[in-house]
């Protein structure tokens, strides 16, 4: 059954550096989208994205934050210059159609931690 | 702004009891969804649903829109059930809402 990939599952990093997570979605889907959850709290939205550019974000995706699809498989999500409060798991998702409308399928996460 | 409160937070059972866990939402939505999330974190998708009542096996979801209101049932309940159960809407909007808001989760332990 097709299944959306993150990688790294885990990864540890110094506040300040750059920090890119990667996901692959479904392949016949067209909606891509991050989330990210804080240890001990609810999951929250980052962005969608459709035909190579971002269809809707959140307060929290700032400036720090973009997503790339650089090829046909791949969807990423770079931080610029990470903080300690952005450490968390991160959730790739995607869907065959609009989000209002579609089933979303979810990736395993990335761990991020920021020391 | 959009607010899910499910009920309640955490529930112990045990084996074979018919589990119930309520979600409200505070506007109009397209869509809720129900979801799992095990100890590994990882998220599965139960049921997405706009109106009505979705069966799955030993899983049941109903929505009343009218009273903005959705449970998620659970009939025989086996200590593998036990997981975080998640309420997710998209609220109504032409242009967007693509982004889901979740509740808070309910956690779940089936004892043997």
């Known amino acids: 059954e097709p299944e959306v990939t993150q990688t790294p599952s885990h990864q540890v990093t110094q506040m300040g550096q750059e920090v890119i997570l990667r996901c692959v979605p479904i392949?016949?889907?067209?909606?891509f989208y991050w989330y990210r959850q804080i240890l001990g709290q609810k999951v929250e939205f980052l962005v969608s994205?459709?035909?190579?550019?971002?269809?809707?974000k959140s307060e929290i995706f700032d400036d720090q934050f973009s997503v790339e699809r650089p090829d046909g498989s791949n969807f990423t999500l770079k931080i610029r210059s990470t903080k300690l409060e952005d450490s968390a798991m991160y959730f790739c998702?995607?869907?065959?159609?609009?989000?209002?409308?579609?089933?979303?399928?979810f990736g395993p996460g990335t761990r991020l931690t920021v020391l | 702004k959009n607010e899910v409160e499910q009920s309640p937070q955490n529930l112990t059972a045990q084996e074979g009891e018919f589990i119930t866990i309520n979600c409200s939402y505070s506007?109009?939505?397209?869509?809720l969804h129900w979801l799992q999330q095990h100890p590994g974190g990882g998220i599965v998708s139960l049921f997405m649903?706009?109106?009505g009542k979705k069966k799955h096996g030993r899983l049941i979801a109903t929505i009343n829109i009218q009273e903005k209101h959705s449970s998620l049932h659970i009939t025989a309940s086996h200590p593998r059930d036990s997981a975080v159960y998640i309420c997710?809407?998209?609220?109504?909007?032409?242009?967007?809402?693509?982004?889901?808001?979740f509740g808070k989760g309910t956690h779940l332990i089936i004892q043997p």
């Open positions: 998702a995607s869907s065959e159609g609009r989000g209002t409308y579609n089933e979303q399928f």
């Open positions: 392949s016949n889907h067209l909606y």
């Open positions: 994205f459709y035909n190579n550019e971002i269809s809707e």
């Open positions: 506007v109009g939505i397209s869509a």
């Open positions: 649903l706009s109106s």
């Open positions: 997710a809407v998209n609220m109504y909007s032409g242009g967007g809402a693509d982004g889901l808001t």
